[in-house]
């Protein structure tokens, strides 16, 4: 069975800094990429950060040069390092596996403050 675990964020003030992590299980976890995704309210869920099963990396605009992806084959986790944090980060947060969405997790909570 699939399961996604997000866990991480918090209320934080902007110009600060949280990690997520995502514990994944159910799949073999190193032939996958893997996303974060986040939703702010009102808002459509988007892609922000994905890494390959090689480590390749991608970002969004509204996101580069501040977060970065990275994962732990062994431990089967994905973490999103948010540097510089901005109110307009504000959002829950998933993540995911690509191509073709597993079930998705409770996700996680980011909060920043001006």
């Known amino acids: 069975q699939v399961q996604l675990v997000e866990s991480g964020g918090g209320l934080v003030q902007a110009g600060g800094s949280l990690r997520l992590s995502c514990a994944a299980s159910g799949f073999i976890f190193s032939d996958w990429d893997m996303a974060w995704l986040r939703q702010a309210p009102g808002k459509q869920r988007e892609i922000i950060a994905q890494?390959?099963?090689?480590?390749?990396?991608r970002y969004a605009d509204s996101v580069k040069g501040r977060f970065t992806i990275s994962r732990d084959n062994a431990k089967k986790t994905v973490y999103l390092q948010m540097n510089s944090l901005k109110p307009e980060d504000t959002a829950w947060y998933y993540c995911?596996?690509?191509?073709?969405?597993?079930?998705w997790g409770m996700g996680t909570q980011v909060t920043v403050t001006v």
């Open positions: 995911n596996r690509l191509p073709g969405y597993a079930p």
């Open positions: 890494i390959s099963s090689s480590s390749t990396t």
